[in-house]
Nanobody
């Protein structure tokens, strides 16, 4: 059974930090690029960052550049999102997703990805 489980969300003051985790099981982690998305109330889901199993990172959202860092631990099939300098506009439900990709190309597929697997999401609330 495929499982993606996010954790680490919560309430934090503006300027603070959180680290989200996405624990994966039930599929071959090396065959998937892992991504973080978020969805704020009343807004569309937004892709944030993606990382391949070899560590190549693509940042999709300009709003998180320099503040959010994505990483993976292939030994434990876990992806992380370190969020620094949090702002109230970062408040959202954060999701992780797995997209099959070509390891020979070694890059995330962005909007062309199929994102076969999704987690249930974890709430992040940033107070002003």
């Amino acid at each position: 059974e495929v499982q993606l489980a996010e954790s680490g969300g919560g309430l934090v003051q503006a300027g603070g930090s959180l680290r989200l985790s996405c624990a994966s099981s039930g599929f071959i982690f090396d065959d998937y690029a892992m991504s973080w998305f978020r969805q704020a109330p009343g807004k569309e889901r937004e892709g944030l960052l993606c990382i391949t199993s070899s560590g190549v990172v693509t940042t999709y959202a300009d709003s998180v550049k320099g503040r959010f860092t994505i990483s993976i631990d292939n030994a434990t099939n876990t992806m992380y999102l370190l969020m620094n300098s949090l702002k109230p506009e970062d408040t959202a439900v954060y999701y992780c997703a797995a997209d099959p990709y070509s390891r020979s190309e070694n890059r995330c597929r962005g909007k062309w990805g199929t994102y076969d697997y999704w987690g249930q999401g974890t709430q992040v609330t940033v107070s002003s």
